[in-house]
Nanobody, 126 residues
Framework: QVQLVESGGGLVQPGGSLRLSCAAS????????IGWFRQAPGKEREGVSC??????????YYTDSAKGRFTISRDTTKNTVYLQMNSLKPEDTAVYYC?????????????????WGQGTQVIVSS
């Protein structure tokens, strides 16, 4: 009954922007740490950004490559988490996954996340 559904991916030119959405049902995202992960073909899954639950002040974290370009946010009214991606680069091309866990936010251990969406494809190309 817990479901995370990503949307907003697509094809964009370098320097462009995309806004990914992670809509949840069965859980209240405000009570969870939410992470965005990505996986490019032939590469390992990489943590991109995460946000802590409201008890931990919704603190945000970013991998170095995303810092300054990406912004994670949560809309409690819509029970949705967003990832605003600006100044996109070809290296950002990957399938992006939304994940949730009841513990603290962490990017380096995706195996700790309890719930996962099916992913949305992002392609950055001319």
């Amino acid at each position: 009954q817990v479901q995370l559904v990503e949307s907003g991916g697509g094809l964009v030119q370098p320097g462009g922007s995309l806004r990914l959405s992670c809509a949840a049902s069965g859980i209240t995202l405000d009570d969870y740490a939410i992470g965005w992960f990505r996986q490019a073909p032939g590469k390992e899954r990489e943590g991109v950004s995460c946000i802590s639950n409201s008890d931990h002040d919704s603190t945000t974290y970013y991998t170095d490559s995303a810092k300054g370009r990406f912004t994670i946010s949560r809309d409690t009214t819509k029970n949705t988490v967003y990832l605003q991606m600006n100044s996109l680069k070809p290296e950002d091309t990957a399938v992006y996954y939304c994940a949730a866990r009841s513990g603290f936010a962490i990017l380096s251990a995706p195996q700790l996340y309890e719930y996962w969406g099916q992913g949305t494809q992002v392609i950055v190309s001319s």
